[in-house]
């Protein structure tokens, strides 16, 4: 006849047998934290690089653009500069003519000019780009009724001539009755004609 085994014996048995089962699954528990703490910092990493790339991709995308519109501006005022003939070499025979017919159908009392040779306008009082600037001073010796006879005369010719017309010098003195006619006032200028070449 078997004698049965003492109860003592059986609880520590089934005891250690539940300890050995908890501790396993506290570290399994443990293995699967640290596995899902270790995923969620690599998705972490994972969004954060996304971001990054995204607004890396934004920001050349933006400046794709703005170069697209630098691109289409630039287009824009070189058809702009060729239409007024900007370009094209100095005409002084027309630009002659010009003046002559300004005088006339401005009705000015006298219009006295010396044109110099064109050269090379100093670099540093343009942003070149991609053209040479070349300049024509003009000395003018006007007399006047009033001063809207210089303004009139400037203004046709910044409509007529295929140049850039800017006013370097212009100096008006009172004249003394009849020390000219009619003439009440006489300007003494220097007017820039500027014409604009391709750089070769």
């Known amino acids: 006849m078997n004698t049965p085994a003492p109860a003592t014996t059986i609880n520590?048995?089934?005891?250690?047998l539940s300890l050995g089962l908890l501790v396993g699954a506290i570290l399994i528990t443990a293995a699967a934290i640290g596995w899902t703490f270790q995923q969620a910092q690599q998705t972490a990493q994972q969004h954060k690089l996304a971001l990054t790339r995204q607004s890396e991709t934004k920001a050349r995308l933006a400046r794709v653009n703005e170069d697209e519109r630098d691109i289409r501006e630039k287009i824009v005022r070189y058809q702009e500069i060729v239409q007024r003939g900007l370009t094209q070499p100095e005409?002084?025979?027309?630009?002659?003519?010009?003046?002559k017919a300004i005088k006339e159908s401005r009705r000015l009392l006298g219009l006295n000019y010396e044109i110099a040779p064109q050269r090379p306008l100093d670099p540093k009082q343009v942003t070149s780009g991609g053209y040479?600037?070349?300049?024509?001073?003009?000395k003018l010796d006007l007399p006047m009724l009033h001063e809207e006879d210089l303004l009139g005369l400037l203004s046709d010719l910044s409509s007529q001539i295929h140049a850039l017309i800017g006013v370097r010098r212009c100096q008006i003195d009172r004249l003394a009755p009849g020390t000219q006619g009619s003439a009440n006032l006489k300007a003494v200028c220097d007017i820039d004609w500027i014409k604009l070449q391709e750089k070769r």
């Open 12 to 16: 520590i048995r089934a005891l250690g």
């Open 91 to 99: 005409q002084r025979l027309q630009w002659v003519e010009t003046l």
């Open 132 to 138: 040479d600037f070349l300049v024509s001073t003009m």
